[in-house]
């Protein structure tokens, strides 16, 4: 069968509850491989939730549904502080990109303990900034930049970034609002070892292109999958 927007690939997914050094209580999804050890994975950092972003926003639920399936890719959401989704609401408020660092240092104490093998962080729009900010852990491997706008970061966080060494890969919409592709490499020009990559045609929320997302996605992490497959012959949701 061909692999559309809302099918859903085996996997064994449950909820988990990230817990931050303030004292909140957090929303999250594990989806792992259902058949195989995963060989990496990927934690979500949301868009902002003041404009509807949260764990269940297309290209990050997409990736559940699908990587650990085609890829092995094990897949880490959550509703940062504040945030509301199907999968429920985090305790605490939006802060800004402020107190979320405590969220990001859950998710990697999450996956720290759940010993799940090389960590990327997949930023979109203000996850971008969380992960800019706060995700240049030595646990991580690199980050996923998608729709990044700069907004909540600044040059002292790009540059922790390039002093690292650690993998930077910042997917650019051709038709993005905040940050276009002439003006994202020149940006990302202060981290030596970044990569950015234009998506010609996409805007700032990729609607229609998830497909190109998620083969860029699998191959910087897992590119034994690249390109992923677009049908499945096993059972699907």
């Avoid at 994975?41 to 902002?48: E, R, V, W």
């Avoid at 990001?104 to 930023?123: F, I, K, Q, R, T």
């Avoid at 992490?221 to 059972?235: E, F, K, M, Q």
Wanted: hydrophobic share 45%; charged share 20%.
């Amino acid at each position: 069968m061909d692999i559309r927007a809302n099918t859903v690939l085996p996997a064994e997914r449950r909820p988990v509850t990230l817990h931050t050094a303030d004292g909140l209580r957090l929303v999250g999804e594990l989806a792992l491989p259902a058949d195989r050890p995963p060989v990496a994975t990927l934690i979500c950092l949301h868009p902002l939730p003041t404009q509807g972003g949260m764990m269940d926003s297309h290209l990050l639920k997409k990736a559940a549904w699908r990587l650990p399936a085609l890829a092995a890719v094990a897949v880490l959401r959550f509703n940062t502080r504040g945030t509301s989704s199907e999968q429920g609401t985090s305790e605490g408020a939006f802060d800004a990109g402020g107190s979320e660092r405590f969220d990001v240092a859950a998710a990697l104490d999450l996956a720290e303990s759940e010993d799940l093998p090389h960590l990327w962080l997949m930023g979109w729009s203000f996850g971008t900034d969380l992960a800019l900010r706060y995700g240049c852990d030595p646990s991580v491997e690199g980050a996923l930049l998608i729709s990044p706008p700069l907004r909540f970061s600044s040059p002292p966080d790009l540059q922790t970034w390039a002093a690292s060494g650690k993998r930077l890969v910042a997917l650019v919409p051709e038709h993005d609002d905040f940050l276009r592709p002439p003006e994202a490499r020149i940006r990302f020009a202060a981290v030596p070892q970044s990569e950015v990559i234009a998506v010609p045609g996409a805007k700032h929320l990729f609607v229609g292109h998830t497909e190109e997302v998620l083969d860029e996605v699998v191959r910087q992490v897992a590119p034994h999958a690249y390109p992923l497959p677009r049908t499945w012959d096993g059972p699907a949701g």
